[in-house]
């Protein structure tokens, strides 16, 4: 009876989680997480419907993903009124008193979350870091980026969506 328990209760677990089978690719809507930011306050990406998202997964021991941060700041802090909303999901192993002292020292302007391998995995399998996505106003992923964004993929990616698609 226990193990029939167990493998029902897969079953459903499998069932209501497609993303376990496979990653959300460009084209597609972008899935409904729920994550906590640096306070604990619950925090959706459906919160963020009609702006242009760049979800950053990043970890404070990733050398690149530190180096990225102070353009994306920048890019938040300009791009801000024109609907982008920068959102850092951050990667384990990170403690959260390492991970708000980071984002104070550093000034972080956009929210940050507290992700999993799996919430990773939802968009990329891989391991590169830092990696980020982009979903336009309606919730479509646009575009993956594995490693660094440079100023040409901001522009090319990213700021098309920013003119043509916020209302």
């Known amino acids: 009876m226990i193990l029939f328990n167990k493998i029902a209760v897969l079953l459903i677990f499998l069932a209501l989680s497609p993303a376990a089978f496979a990653q959300i690719d460009a084209g597609e809507k972008a899935p409904s997480m729920v994550l906590k930011d640096l306070r604990g306050k619950t925090v959706r990406l459906d919160d963020f419907k009609g702006r ?15 180096a990225e941060i102070p353009e994306l700041i920048k890019w938040q802090k300009e ?11 951050t990667y384990p192993p990170t403690g959260k008193v390492k991970v708000r002292n980071f984002a104070r020292q550093n000034k972080i302007n956009y929210p940050v979350l507290f992700g999993t391998k799996k919430t990773k995995e939802i968009f990329d399998k891989g391991d590169v870091m830092p990696y980020s996505v982009i979903i336009d106003g309606d919730g479509n992923v646009r575009a993956r980026i594995e490693g660094i964004i440079f100023n040409d993929e901001f ?3 990213i700021k098309p969506l920013l003119s043509n698609g916020f209302h």
Not at 54 to 64: E, I, Q, R, Y
Not at 82 to 89: A, E, M
């Open 155 to 157: 522009d090319e990616k």
């Open 79 to 89: 791009y801000q009124a024109k609907g982008l909303q920068i959102i850092g999901v």
């Open 52 to 66: 242009v998202v760049l979800l950053n997964f990043w970890a404070t021991w990733c050398v690149p993903c530190r």
